[in-house]
């Protein structure tokens, strides 16, 4: 079974271990968003949308669709 971003709870890290390029956005991709980069879950908004992220030390804010594409491992 694959995990994914979109399962991280607050303050849980992770690496990120691949994803359908198709599925994300470049900006995400330009930003640090890559396999074998870490990623923590910082924060999310009310109804679970958008969560807000610390990638490389990049705080980003992504979709709960866009982070169910991409899978994890956690630390």
Same mark, same amino acid.
């Given at each position: 079974? &694959?995990?994914?971003?979109?399962?991280? &709870?607050?303050?849980?890290?992770?690496?990120?271990?691949?994803?359908?390029?198709?599925?994300?956005?470049?900006?995400?991709?330009?930003? $640090?968003?890559?396999?074998?980069?870490?990623?923590?879950?910082?924060?999310?908004?009310?109804?679970?949308?958008?969560?807000?992220?610390? /990638?490389? $030390?990049?705080?980003?804010? /992504?979709? &709960?669709?866009?982070?169910?594409? /991409?899978?994890?491992?956690?630390?």
């Amino acid at each position: 079974m &694959k995990t994914t971003l979109a399962e991280l &709870k607050r303050g849980q890290s992770a690496v990120i271990t691949m994803f359908e390029t198709d599925e994300i956005p470049l900006k995400l991709l330009e930003m $640090g968003c890559l396999p074998g980069n870490e990623v923590t879950l910082l924060q999310v908004a009310p109804f679970s949308c958008p969560m807000y992220l610390n /990638i490389n $030390g990049s705080h980003l804010a /992504i979709r &709960k669709e866009v982070a169910k594409q /991409i899978e994890i491992e956690l630390i």
